[in-house]
């Protein structure tokens, strides 16, 4: 890609030339602190604990409970209120409804939370600027302290501070009141609601680096060096003029945020500083034999940035970033320092499943190890900005980010979504969006939108991608288009660097061959969304009692086998890889038992189809599906894998040997009947046995079969095994064998300890099986959970998307041999935490985590 005054070019190659500082604000004070929690100012503390919380408006239960006057003011009687630690989803206890849509989870999201906290700021702090930062509160946020009104950001999935100063009782105490409705947004997902992201007091000097004010690139990069370009905003919100020294240091990073090596240091700046106004500052460093950030080396650096007047130290600043380059190009693909990197990305909602919409970085984590083991090395923040600890887990991880920042412009797809905040908030939000992400290196593509009403919109296009590129001209624009068609027809499409396709492959070698687009990058924004539900298996029909056969071979009419867009990446090899629909399953759009009549929007320009899928909404209507969670998943609500799961590795990770059986083994009603065997391996040919007798040996044609098929198997209890091969030698095996009874319990945790922090969560996988082991499929016995020790249960689920347990409950069915248990510590606790498992009939099962 070439600039021009920030105007990005259409060249056959988009040459980035990147960074990756992701600036999410810092912990403590000093220089030589060489750990930390949060980067940025290093005044900011944690501001999530000791709030209480009152719901108000609509009720979990239907009825509505009426909001009072006054509930700002510092002297308003909040004794009755719940107590809570941030971050907070206050939907997420449910109970599941029947009426309620199963679009947004059919859980009562809707309602008005206040929030309100006490605190005092030092009178010692007098004269410094005290500012509070939320990640993320959903929705129409309006904040207030000591009763006067401080501001308002509607957006829920926007980053934004706000300015206490003025409102402010030194050495006194404080009330703030933060006000939340979700009565006003309409959503195509389960949203969440409440303060569900981490919350930040921030302390400095009136002279400090302002929030998000470094900017990181590295527009030159050899293996000799890196030139590191700096822009510094530094603001004065005193009452005089100033005469300040910046300094920067870069060191390499550890994990954690660890500062190791210095390897560079700028040369000072002495900068004059008018007062009430902000100074950008360039500054240049130069990093001798970089470590270059990439999928397998993550390698980051911290930048620390310090402000200096008269020889004392006003403000420290920490920033990470990585040194890489990208290109994107038309013809060979996504290149990463250079070498070429197909992109194997799944889309990803924000929800945590049982979690609900409150942020937790180990469940964060734990969800990104599943996929990395999968083969995954991209996520596309569908459809809306992440929290800021997915893109650090992605920066440590080494994951590509396709960071999203709206599913609606102008026109909206619901009465109430971002339609009514397009006018005035677009720009606002896009802008902090970008500040807030821009020097992650992860982060590598931004996007304007998915499927908007809009697209076809040339100037609306155009508007939206030149704020991104004023804001960072260093990565492509892009937009995920369900009418790629109309989006091309109309020249929407060149206000764009590279453009997103959402299924509709069918006319990719039609644009290869228009002159406005031969030479624009594509990749698939959305592709597949293929459904199943873990473990269910139907012969002669896809869907039964709410559940999808887990074949891999359903989807809606708008999507694909993940075998077929397999095919289309082979056929199409310059396309840049793909983002599949979706990674996890998630709260709301249980397609196809949903009744969102968005879905429609899928078939805006094909008549026949939009007829077709009225009709079957319609008869949804009428029977009331409980389902209230995708089936889309590669990976299930509680975290479990799918099948789908070992297709995908096997076709991602060509290189580790393995082999995957499907269905299982257990068909007693189904004896000399025909029960077809799938086979995903990443070898090229496999031999399948049954009870040591072969069934033949099949081969994969190249770009063509990605899984292996025995459609003629017929039923006899016993042992199913795999045998495969790659290039004529033995490569991996797997073995299906017929099971016993249930007989006993059997627990595993995803961590052997745990922090005391009262946030670190550990994941307790509950299987039933028989005497001997096996898990036993089809069983599902209600499970008893219980914890001994300091700790607690936060949650429970099996993956079952028509389960209407709480989330919350201590008992919980095992679905197809299944169950989790979630766990922390309470803060402060030692020793160690017991959790145990219990079922009527069962033996019972126990496992232990350190606490520490």
């Known amino acids: 890609m070439q600039y021009k005054n920030q105007q990005i070019q259409f060249p056959s190659i988009i040459r980035l030339f990147a960074i990756g500082c992701f600036m999410l604000l810092s912990f403590q004070t000093t220089f030589a602190q060489s750990t930390f929690t949060r980067l940025g100012n290093a005044g ?350 992605a920066d440590e991880m080494g994951f590509l980010v396709w960071d999203e920042a709206f599913d609606a412009w102008k026109h909206g797809k619901k009465k109430n979504d971002y339609n009514k905040l397009f006018d005035e908030w677009h720009d606002k939000d896009l802008t902090a969006l970008v500040h807030r992400d821009r020097n992650h290196p992860s982060v590598i593509i931004w996007s304007i939108g998915n499927e908007v009403m809009d697209q076809r919109d040339v100037a609306m296009t155009k508007e939206l991608a030149d704020i991104m590129r004023r804001e960072d001209p260093t990565r492509p624009i892009s937009n995920g288009y369900n009418d790629p068609n109309g989006g091309r027809e109309s020249g929407a499409v060149q206000g764009l660097d590279l453009m997103g396709v959402n299924y509709f492959f069918g006319q990719q070698a039609r644009w290869d061959a228009d002159p406005r687009y031969a030479n624009m990058p594509t990749m698939g924004s959305e592709t597949s969304s293929c459904v199943s539900s873990r473990g269910e298996y139907f012969f002669g029909t896809n869907r039964k009692n709410w559940q999808i056969s887990s074949y891999d071979l359903d989807h809606p009419g708008w999507g694909c086998t993940p075998d077929e867009q397999f095919r289309i990446n082979a056929r199409f090899p310059h396309l840049l890889g793909e983002f599949v629909w979706t990674g996890f399953d998630y709260l709301g759009e249980p397609t196809p038992y949903g009744s969102d009549e968005t879905n429609l929007l899928n078939f805006r320009n094909d008549p026949s189809k939009r007829a077709e899928l009225e009709k079957a909404l319609a008869e949804l209507q009428k029977n009331k599906p409980p389902s209230r969670s995708s089936y889309f998943g590669i990976i299930d609500l509680a975290g479990f894998p799918k099948d789908r799961f070992y297709l995908y590795q096997s076709h991602w990770r060509p290189n580790l040997p393995m082999a995957h059986i499907l269905p299982h083994w257990n068909w007693p009603d189904r004896l000399d009947s025909i029960v077809p065997v799938h086979v995903y391996t990443s070898g090229d040919e496999a031999e399948l046995f049954l009870n040591g007798k072969s069934l033949g040996r099949k081969k994969k044609q190249p770009g063509k079969d990605f899984r292996l098929v025995w459609d003629e198997v017929r039923y006899q209890p016993g042992e199913l095994k795999v045998m495969a091969y790659k290039n004529g030698k033995p490569w991996a095996t797997d073995v299906m064998k017929t099971t016993g009874a249930a007989a006993k319990l059997s627990l595993v945790s995803n961590v052997k300890k745990i922090a005391n922090d009262g946030k670190e969560l550990a994941f307790i996988t509950l299987r039933v099986e028989d005497k001997n082991g096996l898990m036993v499929p089809g069983s599902h016995p209600k499970i008893r959970f219980t914890v001994e020790g300091r700790g607690e249960i936060v949650a429970t689920d099996n993956g079952d998307a028509t389960s209407f347990e709480s989330f919350q409950s201590r008992d919980k069915a095992a679905f197809n041999g299944m169950a989790l248990v979630i766990v922390k510590a309470k803060k402060g606790a030692g020793g160690s935490l017991k959790i145990k498992a219990a079922a009527d009939g069962l033996q019972a099962a126990q496992t232990e985590i350190l606490v520490q």
């Open 44 to 393: 900011a503390t944690s501001f999530d604990e000791g709030w209480l919380f009152k719901r108000y408006g609509l009720q979990p239960d239907g009825t509505r409970l009426k909001e009072p006057q006054g509930t700002e003011a510092s002297g308003f009687s909040d004794k009755d209120w719940q107590q809570v630690t941030l971050p907070h989803d206050w939907a997420i206890t449910g109970p599941f409804r029947i009426d309620l849509a199963g679009e947004t989870g059919k859980l009562p999201w809707k309602g008005i939370g206040w929030y309100r906290k006490y605190f005092k700021i030092a009178a010692a702090d007098a004269g410094k600027k005290v500012f509070i930062d939320f990640d993320g509160a959903m929705a129409y946020a309006e904040i207030w302290l000591n009763g006067k009104y401080v501001g308002t950001w509607p957006y829920g999935y926007t980053s934004f501070r706000m300015d206490l100063s003025p409102y402010l009782l030194y050495g006194k105490q404080n009330v703030l009141a933060v006000k939340l409705n979700t009565e006003k947004w309409d959503s195509r997902w389960y949203p969440g609601a409440g303060i569900y992201r981490h919350v930040w007091l921030v302390k400095t000097d009136p002279v400090h680096v302002a929030r998000w004010g470094t900017y990181i690139t590295t527009p030159k990069v050899t293996r000799q060096a890196a030139d590191v370009k700096m822009e510094v905003t530094v603001a004065n919100q005193g009452s005089q003029e100033v005469k300040a020294t910046l300094q920067t240091d870069i060191f390499e990073a550890g994990a954690g945020n660890t500062l190791k090596k210095k390897v560079a240091a700028a040369q000072q700046k002495n900068i004059a500083l008018t007062a009430g106004k902000e100074n950008k500052v360039n500054v240049e460093i130069a990093i001798p034999n970089p470590r270059l950030w990439s999928i397998e080396t993550p390698d980051r650096y911290i930048a620390v940035t310090t402000v200096w007047i008269n020889g004392k130290k006003l403000d420290t600043y920490y920033s990470t970033f990585g040194v890489r380059t990208l290109e994107f190009t038309a013809r060979n693909g996504f290149l990463l320092n250079g070498k070429r990197v197909p992109i194997q990305g799944v889309c990803m909602h924000h929800d945590l499943g049982a979690l609900g919409a409150a942020i937790n970085t180990s469940a964060l984590r734990r969800q990104l190890t599943l996929l990395k083991e999968m083969g995954a090395n991209a996520i596309r923040t569908s459809h809306n900005p992440p929290a800021p600890e997915l893109l650090t887990l």
